[in-house]
């Protein structure tokens, strides 16, 4: 039975704030396994690769090579129906064109002193992007994750994927493809992170790590964060739809079990100010559970950490919203605009009763990598922003120099540094150039 | 003796590849120690933080209250010479007109297709700030860390700040005003940062914790990663100086000490393309160093970290430069905007001769909160960036998911999640709500 809480009842504050707490994930603790790796990857490189990938993945590497060739890439372009390829160019294309205005702006000027400051922001040189093998291994997180380093500039996109005995799904490569990333290399885990962080032999280390992946990935890339940045670290997914009573019932089921469906882990939450569609949505979702390939595990999910929220009216749902903070928020309601003006807190918003989040998860144009496990208070998705970084830039001259100088040596003495002190004051009271040359 | 390194020298690269690679930094590992008292927070609250308040602080926060009181901040203000409160606000001032300009600002509009979509940018409620005590306890960072989120909108910022027997910078507190912060608490050290992110019955938790602290501080705000955002981990300073043969000695022998008086692991780096001037700058530290207040840490910091690289010219400094990827990078040249525009990698440019790195840790307006040890090849300074988070929109009518559903059925059905591909084909050829309503 999924969990049912009603606003007015009068334990609702205890029952929610005991909902928004539950644990979904329960994460072995691997650190000592992954630190032992990572510095087995240091010490041996390439020949280390290869004897965790044949362990790990069943799969010679010394054999087969570290690096996915040209020739393989293209095989599995040929090899994955047409349809998806066409499916897989329009999302980019729509990925592409949405992320290019992201792109942040250089920013120079002189305030009124004649001071010049500046922002200028530059791509990161190098990145490595994780695909997870098996179920997981998703073509669009591919381009979701790629394309926004590419409309930023990265000269070099690496990924990295596991082959558990040879296997590589066709579809991923076709996205990488698509995407122009030419550099691949089967292997995976903390392996994988360590090679990206530290390089070997056959790998260039690269300057940031991105992508989903297990615990042994996540708790790698914990590990090397400060070597290299890394993207967020992804819980499992969520979705909060609110929706009144107008809505067909199905529709609403539909996406809920949409999110359910992608791990135990994952949760589907229904907020809605009608008791009889509240009612209707979740004989929909019971109707709908039996038919999906995946429905053991979207059962689970929807057992485990479903829920559906009875509120009196849109009022009470926003601050319940904004402290839930979904990765995904679906707002189905007669003024969806107007509810969603009153969010602050969600990774993205889906407005209307034709705008599921699948097709954010796909085609919409917007990034499907989102914060989890109500990050988005203080975390936004993956944009262009995660592949820059900005350079401050402050120029002055001899005449602003004097005007600034005595509040920096003020201060600079009140903290106690004379070399601070003296780095400004000593170019006070002389030459232009204070050298030879001035 | 400071290492000098010659780019004509046969063995430069595997020198200059070991110097990159010098740890300036060894943190014990007290991740056990600070997981206790993270969960002795948690479970106890505010009769933690009296406990450990009282063993690591030695004062009874029982007696004295954990939240510093108005009066205690105003008299803190009143006592701080009035030079030095002038000389904070002018620096309030000045890194507040220079943070607006980084605002990011909202972008909704429609594609060729009729899709409606959106970056929504907002505020992160409430943020925990971080401040040491004791010699590191810096007016200037104050201002700096709190002035981009007052300008971001953060509505609560939090500042605690340890107070050993009993001792507060008055010109901290000052600062905290000058930045109009009222909410302050005198605890510090891993139990600070737990009350922080978890909340006690005095404290409310909040969504981001910002600001320097010692290894016990560093490691709770990894553990805490999560649970709250966190700033980065910050190490040494440094600083990279670029100087020609028509540079004043002793300026930049000033600027490098200015650096290596902050901690025994700062790290101060002179490239030169004249060797006597080189020879000049390294006479006119050893000269200099005697006259710190903090000559012993500066000392220490130099013979230790320091370095001067003869290179050729400048095309021959620039990738060493782009590889060092200073925290702060001065460039004093005959052409210093021609340099700096081939310069990827750093923190914070100072361009000129007059533009000591000193400027920027004050009164320049830009933050002085930048990226250590060559994380600045993938990472920024603080910014209001670190105080807002997007949250992406997305809106179609009837039409257009019509338009796009087919390629999101198709994509769904290659990574076999049926539930996704449901929820997009349900609600075609039906009508306009699919509901009662519809």
Redesign the interface.
Known sequence: MVLRLDHSSEDFASRFDAFLKTKREVSADVNADVAAIIDEVRRRGDEALHDLTLKFDRLDTRAAGLRVTEAEIAAAYEAT?P??I???Q??HD?IA??HA??M?KD?F?E?ALG???G?RW?A??AVGLYVPGG?AS???SVLMNAVPAKVAGVERIVMVVPAREGELNP?VLAAARIAGIDEIYRIGGAQAVAALAYGTETIEPV??IVGPGNAWVAAAK?QVF?I??IDM?AGPSEVLVIAD???????VA??L??Q???DTGAQSILVTDDAGFADAVVEAVER?LD????SDT?RRSWRDFGAVILVPDWDAAVPLANRIAAEHLEIATGD?EAL?DR?????????????????????????HV??T?R???????L?V?DYV??????????E??RQ?A???I???E???????????G??LN?G???????
Request: hydrophobic content about 40%; charged content about 20%; glycine content about 12%.
């Open positions: 129906d349809k998806v066409a499916a897989l329009l999302a729509r064109s949405h205005r992201q942040p920013d000027y305030d001071v010049g400051l922002s530059t990161v040189e179920t998703y073509p669009s579809a300057s940031k914990r400060g290299v940045g670290i009573g107008d809505n067909n019932p199905d529709w539909a996406d079990l949409a359910a469906e992608h709908q038919t999906l390939s995946r979207a969806p969603a969010i602050r807190n969600a990774g993205a918003i889906f407005l209307g009763r034709h705008t599921p989040e699948v097709i954010g998860d796909y085609v919409g144009g917007s990034n989102l914060p496990a990050s988005a208070r203080f975390s936004s998705g944009s922003l970084k900005r350079t401050s830039v402050l120029k002055l001259g001899a602003q120099l600034l005595p509040a920096a003020t201060l600079a009140a903290e106690g540094l004379t070399a601070h002190a003296r780095s400004v000593i170019r002389q232009d150039t204070g050298g030879a040359g001035g």
